[in-house]
């Protein structure tokens, strides 16, 4: 039994036992399409997603930071579950300050082959966790695009790890201030396309992960953000 099962597992039985209203391992939904990209929602893991591009966020390093509280304990932490995946490659690129995840800090990983179900994977920094609002998310949508769409891939998995990090914060905002981000970043790119002043790769779609608890309220968070680009 995969670890990513145990994990997702897990987060299930952990909600329904709090009595919160949960969404099946593996479910996905279109929530709304914007200029051509898709903003699915997806019930899965990081490792286990499968996405030509995998990104996820990482706060500054302390000392450790994903492992102990308020970080969510490991059964249920899709970071330790990366960071597993690549035999603790995370932590130490972390810890000895090869990327120190300063704010929209970026790194590019081409994880072993098996080692998880998307073929690459980008951190993105979030800085200092005392100083995380959830306007910042904003920001991490535009960078995620926009290197999704240098490094030429047709669509790419979100995972903003925030809980993970243990901190508490609004996940309808977080979804919806990520979906404003990609979306804005897609229209810049395809401006930059039309006038010719950047080669055209189709983007098709951004799928943003969710745990089983978690799902209802970030799609109604991504659906409002797309609402507010095609009305």
Known sequence: ????????????????????????????????????????????GPS????PLQVACVFEYTEGDIFNPPALPAALNGMV?????????????RKSGKFEGHYLETLLITPPKGA????KLLLIGLGDRNHFNADMMVSVGVIALREATRIGVPGFAFASDIKDAGIDSPTALVAANVTKGIIQAWRTQRYLQQQHLSPVKPMTKAILLAGPAFFETAGEGIKEAIASFNN
């Open 1 to 44: 039994m995969s670890v990513s099962f145990l994990l997702l597992h897990t987060i299930t039985l952990v909600a329904q036992h709090a009595d919160v209203k949960t969404t099946p391992i593996g479910t996905a939904k279109v929530w709304g399409k914007v200029d051509g990209i898709s903003i699915v929602g997806l019930v899965q």
């Open 116 to 119: 998880m179900k998307a073929p």
């Open 81 to 93: 579950h990366l960071d597993d995946a690549l035999k603790g490659q995370i932590t130490e690129l």
């Open 48 to 51: 286990a997603a499968v996405a």
